[in-house]
């Protein structure tokens, strides 16, 4: 009994230690050459799906009850390992009261709750796919929630017009890995359903390496002088939709949100 | 009065909402028609993708004085002389702010819009132009939208009366364009839209084709690799699109639409097919055909050149802002309420 009981506490310690190795093993580029588009870049045409709960939460987090009791199982929290190196987001102390204000009041708060478009870096990170089309001059990135894209721009960097829900991406390549800086993000969107979140100084620095034919991995380095006292990283793999005819379908989830942002404005059922 | 007031403040926002990014095909280019981009262009060939394919991207603007219907008096004329063009040109560029010209689709420089300071947000009339010598974009002898077959009239009319008397009841009584679903410019087939003209982005990788509307970041990825559409239980807002390649033309095939996102009075099995062509370095030549036997006795067909046009597209957020709908549903309830006290 109790060698079976200190096996099963060592397989565990185990499997923990070897779940931590390999997470930051994902993070460095694994010797892998991607192959190659016609005109001689890493081909990162397709369609990607994290396969995570950072949406739910950055970092790691156990199972809990759902925002909503009657759903019971099926809109509980899943639980996660978390994406964010080190597993901690340096808030300035003067941040971090906002940070759990936002996660108590998350179910009215979070912006996806009311079908806004998601920033970066969530977009990735999202249940559900999103669709890399790479051209020599620019990479159109279309997310099949909220129907979110942008545009990253592959020449010579150019300034945003203006701040924006989704920001302005400038790529380049370093290798095989496109980086694409990010700037002018508006204050309004979060990291996630925890309240994570960031102003309008958000910068963000993301990576795309091709680590296997079917996965990719992303690194984005989030700094933000008003909201964290340091840069940080979060990382994750990214999965190939690889069934036949994937496609993104819309999610066009403003008439999800409709009863939420107006059924107070209804016209009352008449007496 | 109180919601008359309140429907054109929510008009009025949403006019301010989208009127600082109108952008104007770049200025100095001149106009090209499709059959001078033909005949001119004999030296000219189609750019190909480094994979071989026609290359259609860059920034392309649709906007146009040529009217999507002909003018009656104009009969079976399908075409203007390039003397008739520069004088109905002329007359458009030298009226006045708010003036009419039949045969001219004046956008936003329109009548009714007269009330804002066009020049501020970059509705300079003298920038209007033809962008073929068309008299109409509908193409053929009639240069209209055939009649509707009466049992189309009778399925659009019971849908009226059912919302009659319910337009403020809930967001769901609102048109899909106030929602922020399915802006009246982004509708597929794509026509000039009335505000700012439409600024549509090509980016094409592998085997797909992506379409971006700056209109409420609409945006389409079409695959070109002949597969099959979504099976027919799967209804989208904007249908369902898959494309090919004819020759140097671009053929997407777009069906599985919703009832409820009915292109002018179509139903659910509204069939369309777009071709896109370029015609020269700074001309697409984009057709359509729109073909719904329960709405119409004949398929028609459309044709409008666009413009290649400097960017950048802005990212045109919709829902995030909209405060349209609250005020509408919130101006309909004190309404009631006045009403009810009233009476009492």
């Not at chain 2, 981009?37 to 920034?59: F, N, S």
Request: some cysteine; aromatic content about 8%.
């Amino acid at each position: 009994m109790r060698s079976w009981l200190s096996d099963s506490v060592m397989a565990g310690v185990t499997a923990a230690i070897l779940l931590m190795a390999a997470m930051p093993g994902a993070a460095q580029a694994p010797a892998y050459r991607a192959p190659r588009t016609a005109d001689g870049k890493p081909n990162l045409n397709g369609i990607w799906q994290a396969l995570n709960t950072a949406d739910w939460d950055l970092q790691g987090h156990a199972a809990a009850k759902g925002p909503v009791p009657s759903l019971g199982a099926v809109f509980a929290v899943p639980p996660g390992l978390g994406v964010v190196e080190g597993d901690e987001i340096p808030y300035l102390p003067a941040a971090v009261a906002k940070k759990k204000e936002n996660q108590a009041n998350w179910t009215t708060l979070d912006p996806e709750v009311k079908c806004y478009l998601p920033g970066v870096p969530r977009a990735t990170y999202l249940p559900h796919p999103f669709q890399i089309v790479q051209s020599q001059q620019n990479i159109l990135m279309a997310y099949q929630y909220a129907g979110a894209v942008r545009v990253i721009n592959l020449g010579a960097p150019t300034k945003a017009p203006g701040d924006s829900w989704m920001g302005w991406s400038n790529g380049h390549w370093e290798g095989d890995t496109l980086v694409v800086d990010v700037t002018s993000l508006m204050d309004s969107t979060w990291f996630d359903h925890a309240g994570n979140y960031h102003s309008d100084a958000l910068h963000v620095v993301e990576r795309y390496t091709p680590r296997s034919a079917d996965t990719l991995n992303y690194e984005a380095t989030i700094e933000d002088p008003k909201v964290f006292s340091r840069p940080w990283k979060i990382s994750m793999p990214l999965y190939r939709r690889v069934e036949k005819d994937a496609k993104l379908l819309e999610y066009k989830c403003v008439e999800f949100a409709e009863e939420l942002l107006y059924g107070s404005l209804r016209k009352k059922s008449s007496n | 009065m109180s919601r008359r007031l309140l429907v054109s403040t929510a008009a009025l926002a949403a006019v301010i909402l989208v009127a600082p990014l109108a952008q104007t095909p770049a200025a100095g280019q001149t106009p090209s028609s499709a059959a001078k981009a033909t005949t001119a262009g004999k030296a000219w060939t189609t750019p190909r993708t480094p994979d071989g394919k026609p290359d259609l991207q860059g920034i392309w603007s649709d906007n146009t004085l040529t009217p999507f219907e002909r003018p009656k008096r104009l009969g079976a004329k399908e075409f203007y002389s390039d003397q008739e063009l520069a004088e109905l040109t002329k007359r458009v560029r030298e009226g006045r702010q708010g003036e009419e010209v039949e045969g001219a689709e004046l956008g936003a420089a329109n009548p009714q819009a007269i009330r804002y300071d066009l020049e501020v947000y970059g509705f300079d009339r003298t920038k209007l132009r033809y962008t073929s010598n068309r008299t109409s974009l509908i193409i053929g002898p009639e240069g209209v939208v055939p009649p509707m077959l009466p049992q189309a009239r009778e399925r659009n009319a019971a849908m009226a009366a059912k919302l009659k008397g319910h337009e403020f009841d809930g967001p769901e009584q609102r048109s899909l364009s106030e929602r922020c679903i399915l802006l009246n410019q982004i509708r597929i087939p794509m026509t000039p839209a009335a505000n700012e003209g439409n600024l549509l982005q090509i980016v094409q990788g592998p085997g797909y084709v992506s379409l971006l509307h700056e209109i409420d970041h609409s945006t389409r990825v079409i695959p070109t690799d002949g597969r099959a559409h979504v099976p027919q239980s799967i209804r989208l807002w904007q249908g369902d699109s898959v494309g090919h390649w004819e020759g140097n033309t671009l053929v997407v095939d777009t069906t599985n639409f919703t009832s409820l996102s009915a292109y002018r009075g179509s139903s659910d099995k509204l069939h369309l097919v777009e071709r896109f062509t370029r015609a020269a370095d700074d001309t697409m030549i984009y057709q359509f055909t729109v073909d719904d036997p329960t709405t119409w006795a004949k398929p028609w067909t459309a044709e409008i050149p666009w413009t290649k046009t400097k960017g950048p597209v802005y990212e045109w957020a919709c829902h995030e802002g909209n405060t349209m709908i609250s005020t509408i549903l919130h101006g309909a309830r004190v309404e009631e309420e006045a009403a009810q006290k009233k009476g009492k």
